[in-house]
């Protein structure tokens, strides 16, 4: 039987790196390195310096805008964010997103 989760029952949660940024979590299985899927809900003007992750990130706009490392990515767009790769982000419109994390992960600040 598949499990369907109702957005709408679950708590926006503000995201840990970005006080401009929410999150409402569809699954987490992080204790066994399974991953996790999230709602991002991210705010007009929000923006995130340059950092690394340490797992690869699927991210598919389902509204509004996202700029990644200078591209303007909008409604449709997938994003595949690499383990290590440096990436930086914000939003001018704000944006909804689905984000798939492959697996437990911690964002990394580079050394300047």
């Keep these: 039987m598949p499990k369907i989760t109702h957005v709408n029952e679950r708590k926006w949660v503000p995201s840990t ?3 401009k940024a929410s999150k409402v ?15 991002s809900r991210i705010l007009p003007g929000a923006s995130l310096a340059s950092q690394r ?4 990130w699927d991210i598919y706009i389902l509204d509004g805008d996202l700029t990644v490392n ?11 964010c690499y383990l290590e790769e440096e990436i930086s982000w914000s939003s001018e419109k704000g944006c909804e ?9 911690e964002w990394v600040i580079p050394k300047k």
């Design 70 to 80: 200078g591209i303007k990515c909008l409604s449709g767009a997938h994003i595949l």
């Design 53 to 56: 992750s340490d797992t690869h």
């Design 97 to 105: 997103c689905l984000v798939f994390v492959r697996t437990t992960h």
């Design 25 to 39: 979590s569809l699954f987490d299985a992080r204790y066994n390195r399974k991953g996790r899927t999230l709602l």
């Design 17 to 19: 790196y970005d006080p």
